[in-house]
């Protein structure tokens, strides 16, 4: 894992629809690292997933956001995407008249189709079944947050934010999962991997918290992983506020 930080945010927050989404969140990425963002479902991950992307209507309502220690907290989506970052997980791909060989590898590069293959075969999908067929609704939602995955690797982006689903629908077994990012890795690509599943999660060299849009805890994963075991799943009211603490935490060895 290197020293260099990639990813940088001081005092995000964001306010939608009245709603006050994520509240003061500092996070640190270092580059080549995983770091995992875990959190119950509506906790922010996805939120704050779409801010650093700077998806629309997803403008921070306060605070900075920095990538190699350039402020791109007002750069578009494609501003960013130029300089290295991708999102992928969340939002299964689907796009009517493109193949999946032409999604996965945009562009005419000579080994455009054996980059499309490998890729298709890094998420266990077989290549010659997938390359032609189209990204549309005739795809099952699991087969299409694979393909984007398989986008995600054959781009070979400096910083992958990589947003699990919460909604169950099956995409990768874990050993599956813990490979692919550790070849992601071993490329140059740092990775920011949310999620709801602890033993996800625990997969990263640091993991952070979130609960009610608050980073709550961080630290070494296995101790994330437990915090939230214990003490986050069986919790109902999430009433974290800014400047709070967990109100669990001082049980905590």
């Known amino acids: 894992m290197g020293d260099k930080e990639m990813l940088r945010t001081e005092h995000l927050s964001l306010v939608r629809e009245g ?23 509506a906790a922010g991950k996805s939120s704050l997933a779409a801010a650093l992307m700077g998806c629309h209507d997803y403008a921070p309502t306060s605070g900075s956001i920095f990538f190699l220690n350039t402020d791109i907290t007002n750069l578009s989506i494609s501003q960013r995407a130029k300089m290295g970052l991708t999102l992928a ?3 299964p791909a689907r796009f009517e008249g493109l193949t ?8 005419n590069g000579a080994d455009r189709i054996m980059r499309a293959r490998e890729a298709l075969a890094k998420v266990l999908l077989t290549p010659e079944e997938y390359l032609l067929r189209p990204v549309d609704k005739t795809l099952s939602g699991g087969e299409r947050k694979r393909i984007e995955l398989a986008g995600v690797f054959a781009m070979k ?26 070849e992601l890795k071993e490329r140059g690509t740092t990775v920011l991997l949310i999620t709801h599943r602890e033993e996800v999660a625990e997969i990263a060299d640091r993991s952070s918290l979130i609960c009610s849009g608050c980073i709550v805890k961080e630290g070494n994963p296995p101790e994330v992983g437990r915090y939230f075991r214990e003490k ?9 506020e800014t400047g709070e603490r967990h109100q669990n935490e001082e049980s905590v060895p």
Do not use: M
């Open 232 to 240: 986050c799943v069986p919790c109902v009211t999430k009433t974290c």
């Open 100 to 107: 999946v060989g032409d999604y996965v590898t945009v562009g």
């Open 89 to 91: 997980w969340q939002e």
């Open 19 to 41: 709603r006050h989404i994520l509240k003061d969140i500092s996070l640190s990425v270092a580059a080549g690292s995983v770091h995992s963002v875990l959190g119950s479902n």
């Open 157 to 182: 982006p400096r910083l992958a934010i990589l947003d699990e689903p919460d909604s169950g629908i099956d995409i990768l077994a874990l050993d599956n999962i813990v490979q692919l990012i550790r």
